[in-house]
Each structure stands twice: as C-alpha cells, then as structure tokens.
C-alpha cells in the first residue's frame, strides 16, 4: 500500500510538519528569519512586537497581548496543544525562571542527574590502560550529557568538555578519572544565566571576546575561544553566543592562532548582527571584538605585513571587515581581563567568565 499523507515515523513527516507550522504562520502574516529557519517574527508599523521559535514540535514565544490574541490564540485553533506553561518552567531540562530585571537559566536539576561511571580500587590504578567497550561506552554518554550542559547554560565547562569529547578515541582510565572529577564540579558549581532586561535595541551593541591557546592540542592543534554579548549603553549585558573547539586547522604561531579565532568570533558576531537587525529597526548593530594578544591588535592597526604570507590572508579578512564597517573595531585588553581565556586551556580561572554571565 502506498501512504497518501505524510506518516509520523517516516524520515519525511518532520519536514512536513514544519511546512505545515511555516504555512500557518505565514497567513497569520509572521516572517520567517532568513538567517534561522526556525525562529519566525511578527511586526505591526515595522515593530517587533512577537516571536516564535519552533524546536521540533514545540512553541517557544515572546510578545505583547496583541500578538498573543491575533497570533499564539490563532495557532490554538489549528494545533492541538497539549500543555503549556510561562515565566517559570523547565524545558528540555531548562530551568527557566522570570523576573522583573530579566530571565535566568540554568541546569541544576539535569546537573543532579549526573552519574560518574564507576571505577574500582584497581581499576583506579591502571591509569594509562585503554577504556574497555562497556567504558567507552557509559564515557561518549556522560560526555554527550555534559556537552549539552555546555551547549547551553555552562560556558565555564566548555574546554573541558571539548578536550574529552577529543581524547574519546584514545581515552585511557586517566580520562575517566577526569571525566568523573567533572561531572563533581558541576555538581557542587552551579550556574545561573542571567539575561537582564535591556534598554531600547537602538542602544545596543555586541560584544565579543576571542582567545586562542597555541599547540595545546594533539596533533599540533590549537583551541579557540569566544563569547559574545548583547550590551546597553547603561553597560547591561547577555551573554548570548559561546564556543570553544580545535581551530580549524594547524597553525605555526600564537599569533596565527589568535587571529583564527577572532575570525571565528567576528564572523559569529556578524550574524548575530543580522539577525538583530531582522528582529528590529535598527540597521547598524556596532560590533566591538576583543582579545588579549598585543601582536594581533597592532598588525590590524599598522599597514606593515606580517611575514607568514598564509596569515597575511587572514589579517586581511579582518581588516575587509574592519574596512566594510562590519566590525567597529578591535580592543586589546589585558589576560587578566580576557572573559574567554578559560574557553582555550585547562586549569584557567572560570572566575572572570561566571561572573559575567550570571547575575553578579
């Protein structure tokens, strides 16, 4: 027999599914994003004052008591909802809580849920033997979980859990030990996110700090770093992009490896530059870029070239962005205030990151 409609199960009904959502909503005259398929925005005189995001069968919205009678009231009619909840709730283990100065996020209950992977006595003591399937196993699982975490809510984890998700084909019980102290410190290290309440959009700006640690990698790779926030000019930020994972490829230098991560940054910075500017009326969303490597900021302020002639192209991609306005302009400061320094190398201080992110 042959399905005349689209079956769930089969590798086709999510894409209908979504066809079937963007159809609704687009009688009901909300746009889609053209940088992100799956946020929708609705304006009335060319303000925002409605969104929805669709994440598989869920609704996700935000907007004013006009918006939620002429749109979410509507979408009630055509789908089948099945629950719902506001200002406070968990979702996909979210925690999400309102206030009246902004939102908080975090992942203390998935946080509990946590389980090491168990390790004898003398199995403890065989440190550089090879993990056995049933490790490797409960290992890429427990790994996954705290990615997620990462993903998500806990930026100050992100190394760490990069580097593990990297040793997983080599891993030996010395990654385990290390993977079991983690799962510890997030536990007993909880982290909120704090998204304050910003002043109008034709006030902000982003943010971005990029960092790159050189060779601290096998294979002669380099880690890179950034975080990016959505400040106001009362100095109110979120923090709303994060990453940290092998630069794309060797580098022969620190510099080389910085100026591939502030490319990372500037380029994550850019789109979330447009999607700003989709979302609002504000058509020119200053970008300021950070790092901590006095080389790099002075090759991008001097017309002299840097010798590496692969890494001239690079310098060059960033001054085109500088030259095209994409990018105001790019700041050293000092390590010690470098946000994303612990998104590149173990053992760095999280201090100056957590206490950027949450409420204090």
């Not at 009904?13 to 687009?26: D, E, T």
């Not at 908080?104 to 993990?131: E, F, G, W």
């Not at 799962?183 to 998204?195: D, I, M, T, Y």
């Not at 709303?240 to 230098?253: A, G, P, Y």
Request: net charge positive; charged share 25%.
């Amino acid at each position: 027999m042959e399905a005349k409609e689209t079956v769930y199960g089969l590798c086709d009904a999510a894409r209908a599914w979504y066809m079937r959502v963007k159809s609704a909503l687009n009688s009901l005259s909300v746009k889609m994003c053209s940088l992100d398929n799956s946020l929708f925005i609705w304006k009335r005189n060319g303000k925002l004052e409605g969104l929805i995001c669709i994440y598989v069968d869920d609704f996700l919205w935000a907007g004013n008591a006009t918006f939620k009678k002429c749109v979410i009231d509507e979408l009630q009619k055509q789908f089948l909802i099945g629950s719902s909840a506001s200002e406070s709730f968990t979702y996909v283990g979210l925690r999400i809580k309102s206030f009246s100065d902004g939102i908080t996020i975090d992942q203390t209950q998935y946080a509990s849920s946590l389980v090491p992977v168990p390790i004898s006595s003398a199995r403890n003591m065989q440190r550089k033997s090879q993990l056995s399937e049933s490790e490797k196993t409960a290992y890429r699982a427990l790994v996954g979980q705290l990615n997620w975490m990462a993903t998500h809510t806990r930026p100050d984890i992100a190394f760490d859990t990069c580097e593990l998700s990297v040793a997983f084909s080599k891993a030996t019980v010395t990654e385990l030990v290390r993977l079991n102290k983690l799962v510890k410190r997030v536990k007993n290290e909880s982290l909120q996110l704090f998204f304050p309440r910003l002043h109008s959009f034709e006030t902000c700006s982003l943010e971005c700090y990029t960092d790159a640690a050189f060779a601290n990698l096998p294979n002669g790779g380099s880690q890179g770093g950034l975080i990016i926030f959505l400040k106001d000019d009362s100095g109110k930020k979120c923090p709303i992009f994060w990453q940290s994972r092998r630069l794309k490829r060797v580098v022969n230098s620190t510099l080389a490896a910085e100026t591939m991560a502030l490319i990372e940054g500037a380029e994550a910075a850019v789109y979330m530059a447009g999607i700003i500017k989709q979302l609002t009326a504000v058509n020119d969303v200053k970008i300021r870029c950070l790092v901590d490597n006095k080389s790099l900021h002075e090759s991008l302020l001097s017309s002299k070239q840097v010798e590496n002639r692969r890494l001239r192209l690079d310098i060059s991609v960033l001054d085109d962005m500088i030259w095209r306005e994409e990018i105001k302009k790019v700041e050293w400061v000092q390590t010690s205030h470098q946000i994303a320094d612990c998104l590149t190398k173990k053992g760095a201080s999280t201090e100056k990151l957590r206490g950027a992110v949450s409420r204090n």
